[in-house]
């Protein structure tokens, strides 16, 4: 069977601010599943990922609300929690989803860590911004009495800025393999993965870091062999120079087109496109097939050549 990685933006599952509570998320994990189990209904083995970011910036503002009351939570048991939340409600829509559909298929949840460098010179260098805005006094405060990086943030306050390094080794992949080849729709990876690092014995030890998801799931899909990777997204295909009056929505690129507009810049939103797109370049670098970018209302149709951006090889 063809087999894809279908990367799920954590964004996807809150429809605006009014509609963000967990069963808000899980009607809109409802609505992203009934579409996935169609393209398992068409033959597909399947790999599920999702991002977090919105998820785990409300287990940090609880905890921060919280403090002098409880103990505060730190960033990777954050990303724990929502790997088992996020995958919960996935897992168990699928498998309604597959129960009315006489689908024949177990699904499961895999709360992954990632390895990733503590060389890594994003670690000496946090730049992505988490939690609630601080006040000055505050902000340093915590940067000296808890070692947290702190930045302003465009003129609107101080806020904690943790770093994004590059996904290196997915701890749980010989389970993921093993679950995929078995038939089973595994559910991992969750927000990029927990970020861990290995000391000088090669123990692993969690660390506050933000990785970003679509590279991880990237990574996935070449260690499991995917045919395809499919980024699920907020727009039904990719523009070119977005956000201008030269925008231009795209059906079909090729690798090497994808590598000249991300090195012109300009053409992909480094806070929304740029990201995917890179992941896409490694997918392809490292092996994969073909790699498909739409929003999760059209991921059957989009498969099907109908809608989409699909990106190949030259």
């Known amino acids: 069977m063809p087999r894809v990685v279908i990367a799920i933006g954590g964004n996807s599952l809150i429809a605006d601010k009014d509609?963000?509570?967990?069963?808000?998320?899980y009607n809109a994990a409802a609505e992203t599943d009934q579409h996935i189990a169609q393209l398992v209904n068409?033959?597909?083995d399947v790999a599920i990922s999702?991002?977090?970011g919105p998820q785990v910036g409300f287990i940090m503002r609880r905890s921060e609300l919280a403090r002098g009351e409880l103990h505060e939570i730190p960033m990777d048991v954050a990303g724990a929690d929502t790997q088992g939340a996020i995958g919960?409600?996935?897992?168990?829509?699928?498998?309604?989803d597959f129960r009315a559909m006489g689908i024949q298929k177990p699904v499961v949840t895999v709360v992954t860590q990632v390895e990733v460098s503590a060389t890594d010179p994003a670690m000496l260098d946090p730049s992505k911004p988490i939690g609630?805005?601080?006040?000055?006094?505050?902000?340093?405060?915590?940067?000296?009495?808890e070692g947290w990086a702190i930045k302003?943030?465009?003129?609107?306050?101080?806020?904690r800025v943790v770093a994004s390094p590059q996904p290196q080794r997915i701890v749980e992949i010989d389970v993921i393999r093993q679950l995929i080849a078995s038939g089973v729709v595994v559910i991992c990876v969750g927000g990029g993965g927990i970020p861990v690092v290995a000391d000088e014995s090669g123990d692993?030890?969690?660390v506050a870091a933000v990785i970003d998801k679509d590279l991880a799931s990237a990574l996935l899909a070449n260690l499991i062999d995917a045919d395809m990777l499919l980024i699920s997204t907020a727009v039904e295909k990719v523009a070119l120079n977005f956000g201008t009056p030269d925008q231009r929505w795209v059906d079909r690129l090729t690798l090497s087109e994808v590598k000249t507009y991300l090195e012109e810049?300009?053409?992909?939103?480094?806070?929304?496109?740029?990201?995917?797109m890179r992941a896409v370049v490694q997918f392809l670098e490292g092996g994969g097939k073909e790699a498909l970018i739409t929003n999760p209302a059209n991921l059957e149709h989009a498969v099907a050549g109908a809608t989409g951006t699909r990106i190949v090889h030259d």
């Open 19 to 25: 509609h963000q509570t967990v069963e808000d998320q």
């Open 42 to 44: 068409d033959g597909w």
């Open 50 to 52: 999702h991002g977090n």
């Open 88 to 96: 919960y409600a996935l897992q168990q829509n699928l498998i309604n």
């Open 132 to 145: 609630t805005f601080l006040d000055e006094d505050e902000a340093k405060r915590r940067r000296e009495e």
């Open 152 to 159: 302003e943030d465009a003129g609107r306050g101080w806020r």
């Open 204 to 206: 692993l030890h969690g």
């Open 265 to 276: 810049g300009g053409h992909f939103g480094e806070g929304s496109m740029a990201p995917k």
